[in-house]
């Protein structure tokens, strides 16, 4: 079982220049997120879908786009790299009924902006 | 903010021992989470307690929870090398989207 897959691993950019970060998972789960992890302060909110063409912000929109288009699929995009957005990156999913928010995580994606 | 906050932030033991972490947060809760995270993972789920329980068990694993002083704890017992990892407590405030807010984590070091 793969649970929730997250490429790239690693990446390093240059200011101004744009990317995408991939996740995808294969439990079938509703609820997407993204969240970024900088020292000392824990795990913010990206985006976050509830389903397939649905999307949200979270406590930290600025800088990035989301989309999703299948149930599987949420990638973040980041449309014009700062030094800001340095951080580990992590995609998480989680399903419905009575342990619906309990959140699977990917590996993250380590981002360094030059 | 509402935000989960985790104390003490490091903590460091030997192993054998037990280990506390605690967790306070800021408004009502459906439920409460912890995570557990290994240097360069993910985040892996622990254990949920809800908002009408007082504590649970999970294998070596103790958490309650008083939602009179807003505040959770976790206790490891019998700690072990391998339980070196960051522990976050999670807060779910009842959003629709099941949305969860995290704590900056505890930093726990069990030494061999």
């Known amino acids: 079982n793969a649970g929730v897959t997250q490429t790239p691993k690693f990446q390093v950019l240059k200011t101004g220049q744009s990317m995408t970060l991939q996740c995808a998972q294969d439990?079938?789960?509703?609820?997407m997120s993204w969240y970024r992890q900088d020292p000392g302060m824990g795990l913010r909110l990206i985006h976050y879908?509830?389903?397939?063409?649905?999307?949200d912000q979270g406590e930290v929109p600025n800088g990035y786009n989301v989309s999703r288009s299948t149930t599987e699929d949420f990638p973040l995009r980041l449309l014009s790299a700062a030094p800001s957005q340095t951080s580990v990156y992590f995609c998480?999913?989680?399903?419905?009924?009575?342990?619906?928010?309990?959140?699977?995580f990917g590996a993250g994606t380590r981002l360094s902006v030059l | 903010s509402q935000q989960g906050e985790e104390d003490p932030q490091a903590l460091s033991i030997q192993e054998g021992e037990n280990a506390t972490m605690n967790c306070s947060y800021k408004?009502?809760?459906?439920?409460l989470q912890w995570y557990r995270q290994n240097s360069g993972r993910g985040l892996v789920h622990l254990i949920l307690?809800?908002?009408?329980?007082r504590e649970k068990h999970s294998g070596r694993l103790r958490v309650t929870l008083d939602t009179s002083k807003k505040s959770s704890s976790l206790l490891i017992t019998a700690s072990r090398a391998a339980d070196t990892a960051s522990y976050f407590c999670?807060?779910?405030?009842?959003?629709?989207?099941?949305?969860?807010?995290f704590g900056k984590g505890t930093k726990l070091s069990v030494k061999p």
């Open positions: 998480a999913s989680h399903g419905t009924g009575r342990a619906k928010n309990i959140q699977y």
């Open positions: 439990m079938n789960h509703e609820y």
């Open positions: 879908s509830v389903g397939a063409g649905i999307t």
């Open positions: 408004t009502s809760i459906n439920n």
């Open positions: 307690i809800r908002s009408n329980e």
């Open positions: 999670a807060t779910d405030f009842g959003g629709s989207q099941g949305n969860l807010i």
